[in-house]
C-alpha cells in the first residue's frame, strides 16, 4: 500500500473512531456487538421524517372535495360507533370543507349544516343547536337559485330537504314548538312524494324515509296528546319495517314500546300488555343481552302492576325477578341500573304487603348502594326511608324512628334543613318520637320521669348550707 492510501485509510479512521470527534460516516450498519450505532439512527430517523413529510405533502394535494368526502366517512363511523364528540368535531369540519368546496350558497352547504343538526340532535341531544342549523340549512336552500344540474342531482337536493325538515320537526317538538313542528314534519311528507315519483328512487328508500316520519308524527302526537293519532301513526311505521325486514326485525322492538305506551295513555291496557309480548318475542329469538332482555321485562313487570287486577300479580312479580336477573347478571349487582331495578321490584312488593321479602331486598342492596353511590346520597336516603316505611307499616314504631332519623341526616347534608323533603321527613321523626312505645322505652313517660328525678337533699349536700354562710355567725 502507498503512503498516500495509508494516510487516506488513517484520517477515514480517525473520522470514525476519534474520541470527541463528531460521528459522519460509517463503514457497516452494527457494531461488532449487533447494536445500532449513531449513524443507523440519524438514519432511520431521516428516513422517517421523509415520510411524514410525503405524507403531508399527499395531504396538501387532496382537493377539499375529497377531504370533505373523508370527513363525512369519519363522522358516519364515529357515529355509528357512538363517539360523540368526535363525530360532531368531524361534522363541524363538514361545514368548513363545503363552503371552500362550494361555497355559502350551494345546496351542498346546506346539507353540510343539516348533518351537523342531525348529530347535534341524535348525538348529543341538543335542541336548539339542532333547530339553528337547520334553519341556516333553510335560508340557503331558498337562496339557492341555481336549477339541479340533473335528476340525480335534483334527487338529492329532493333527499337533503326531507332530512331537513324531518330534523327540524323533531328539534322543534324537543322544544315543545308543537304546532311549528308538526308543520315542518308535512312539509317533509309532501316533499317525499315528490321523491317517490323519481325513476331512480327505490321502494326500500321510501320505506325507510316514510318510516322515520310516521315516528316523528308519532312522538310528536304523544306530546300533544292525541293518543289515537299517535297509534295510528306508530302502526303505520310498524307495518313499513315489518314489510321491508320482517316481523322479527330488532327495529320493530322500539316501536312496539312506543305504540305499547300510546295505547297505555288511551286506556288500552289489554293492547298495551300485548304489544310489550310482542316486543319481548323478539327479543328473546335474537339471543339478547341481558341488558336489553332486563329492559323489556321491566317494562312487562310495570304493565302487569298497572293493571290492578290480583290475576296480574304473580305474573308482574315473574318479570320483576327476570328483569333484576338479568341486570345483575350482565352488569353486576352494583351496577346503578341494577340497583334501580331492585329498588322498583321492592317498592312492588311494599305494595304487595310483602314487607319480609321488601325488607331483605333493600337490607341487602345497603352495602352495594354505599359503596357505588356513597354514604350521604340520594339512593341512600330512599333505601332508608323505605325500610323505614317498612318498619312503620308492621307497627314497629323504635325501628322506624331510628330508619327516619338516619334519612333526616342524609336529607339535611344533600338538601338542606329547608328543603320539603327534609321538613317532611323532620315532621315524620317528631310524630315518631312522641310515640308511647318511643317514650315507655327511653323513660318519657310522667311517671318515669318523677321517679328518675334525684331527690331535693341528693342535689343539696348536707354538710353546706345554703348561702355560704358559716353556721353559727359567733365562731
Known amino acids: 500500500m502507498s503512503s498516500s492510501e495509508e494516510d487516506l485509510n488513517s484520517e477515514g479512521s480517525s473520522r470514525i473512531y476519534s474520541p470527541g470527534a463528531e460521528t459522519q460516516y460509517c463503514d457497516t450498519g452494527t457494531s461488532s456487538g449487533g447494536s445500532e450505532t449513531p449513524c443507523t439512527l440519524n438514519g432511520s ?8 413529510n410525503a405524507l403531508k405533502d399527499v395531504a396538501i394535494m387532496i382537493v377539499p372535495e375529497e377531504k370533505l368526502a373523508q370527513a363525512e366517512q369519519r363522522a358516519r363511523m364515529h357515529s355509528a360507533n357512538h363517539k360523540e364528540v368526535p363525530a360532531v368535531q368531524e361534522l363541524v369540519r363538514c361545514v368548513a370543507l363545503a363552503r371552500i368546496s362550494f361555497g355559502d350558497f350551494h ?5 353540510a349544516h343539516i348533518n351537523l343538526a342531525k348529530g347535534y340532535l341524535h348525538l348529543k341531544g341538543q335542541a336548539l343547536q339542532a333547530k339553528q342549523h337547520c334553519e341556516k340549512a333553510k335560508d340557503i336552500m331558498y337562496a339557492n337559485t341555481q336549477l339541479p344540474a340533473s335528476e340525480e342531482e335534483r334527487g338529492e337536493i329532493l333527499r337533503c330537504l326531507i332530512t331537513m325538515f324531518l330534523t327540524l320537526g323533531q328539534a322543534l317538538t324537543g322544544l315543545e314548538n308543537l304546532k311549528e313542528a308538526e308543520q315542518s314534519l308535512l312539509k317533509s311528507e309532501k316533499v317525499a312524494d315528490e321523491l ?4 331512480e328512487v327505490t321502494q326500500e328508500e321510501m320505506r325507510q324515509v316514510d318510516t322515520k316520519i310516521n315516528l316523528a308524527l308519532g312522538r310528536l302526537h304523544v306530546k300533544e296528546g292525541r ?7 306508530y302502526q303505520r311505521a310498524l307495518q313499513l319495517v315489518q314489510l321491508g325486514k320482517g316481523e322479527k326485525s330488532t327495529e320493530c322492538v322500539s316501536i312496539y314500546q312506543e305504540l305499547a305506551a300510546a295505547e297505555l295513555a288511551r286506556g288500552g291496557h289489554d293492547n298495551h300488555v300485548q304489544y310489550l309480548l310482542q ?3 323478539i327479543v328473546l329469538s335474537h339471543a ?9 321485562s321491566l317494562a312487562l313487570a310495570e304493565a302487569h302492576t298497572s293493571s290492578g287486577r290480583a290475576e296480574d300479580h ?3 312479580e315473574h318479570y320483576y325477578q327476570q328483569s333484576l336477573r338479568c341486570y345483575q347478571a350482565a352488569m353486576g349487582p352494583e351496577h346503578p341500573l341494577s340497583l334501580s331495578v331492585l329498588d322498583t321490584y321492592s317498592r312492588f312488593l311494599i305494595l304487595a304487603k310483602n314487607y319480609q321479602a321488601a325488607s331483605k331486598l333493600l337490607q341487602e342492596s345497603l352495602p352495594a348502594k354505599l359503596s357505588t353511590f356513597g354514604d350521604f346520597s340520594a339512593e341512600v336516603d330512599e333505601t332508608y326511608r323505605l325500610l323505614g316505611g317498612i318498619e312503620l307499616a308492621q307497627g314497629r314504631q323504635r325501628a322506624a324512628f331510628k330508619k327516619f332519623k338516619k334519612c333526616l341526616e342524609i336529607q339535611t347534608l344533600l338538601y338542606g334543613s329547608q328543603h320539603k323533603k327534609t321538613r317532611a321527613t323532620q315532621q315524620t321523626v317528631q310524630l315518631l318520637s312522641k310515640s308511647p312505645e318511643l317514650a315507655l322505652v327511653e323513660g318519657r313517660t310522667a311517671a318515669d320521669h318523677l321517679k328518675q328525678r ?3 337533699c341528693a342535689v343539696i349536700p348536707k354538710h353546706s348550707i345554703s348561702g355560704g354562710t358559716k353556721g353559727n355567725v359567733y365562731d
Open 107 to 111: 345546496w351542498r352547504m346546506a346539507h
Open 196 to 199: 317517490r315519483r323519481a325513476e
Open 45 to 52: 430517523a431521516r428516513v422517517r421524517r421523509k415520510q411524514k
Open 227 to 233: 293518543w289515537g293519532e299517535a297509534v295510528a301513526s
Open 279 to 281: 316486543a319481548h318475542s
Open 288 to 296: 339478547p343481552s341481558g341488558e336489553e332482555e332486563g329492559k323489556i
Open 454 to 456: 334525684p331527690l331535693f
Open 314 to 316: 304473580d305474573m308482574a
